[in-house]
């Protein structure tokens, strides 16, 4: 069985979004798309996490092997920095 798949909407990047990327160590990946969006600016990113999908696929194909997770607050119960 084949679909075709269609994007029925856009993501929009939040101001804050972006805040403090260049010097995190750890980060949380919510999306393939913020990734995408984002990636070149997380310079200092010695960690990365998400959750399993499609944004592990879209990490692995840059290279990237992420640490998965149930949620975004499991990783954080999960880190100490």
């Known amino acids: 069985f084949r679909s075709n798949v269609m994007a029925t909407y856009r993501v ?3 101001p804050e979004e972006a805040e403090g ?4 160590t750890h980060l ?3 999306s393939g798309s913020q990734f995408l969006r984002l990636h070149d ?3 200092a ?3 990365h996490a998400c959750g399993a999908g499609k944004t592990v696929e879209t990490l692995r194909a840059h290279g990237i092997t992420p640490d998965i997770f149930p949620s975004r ?3 954080k119960k999960a880190i100490t920095l």
């Open 12 to 14: 929009q990047p939040a």
């Open 21 to 24: 990327l260049e010097s995190a």
């Open 28 to 30: 949380w990946w919510g």
């Open 41 to 43: 600016r997380a310079v």
């Open 45 to 47: 990113a010695k960690h």
């Open 73 to 75: 607050k499991e990783w």
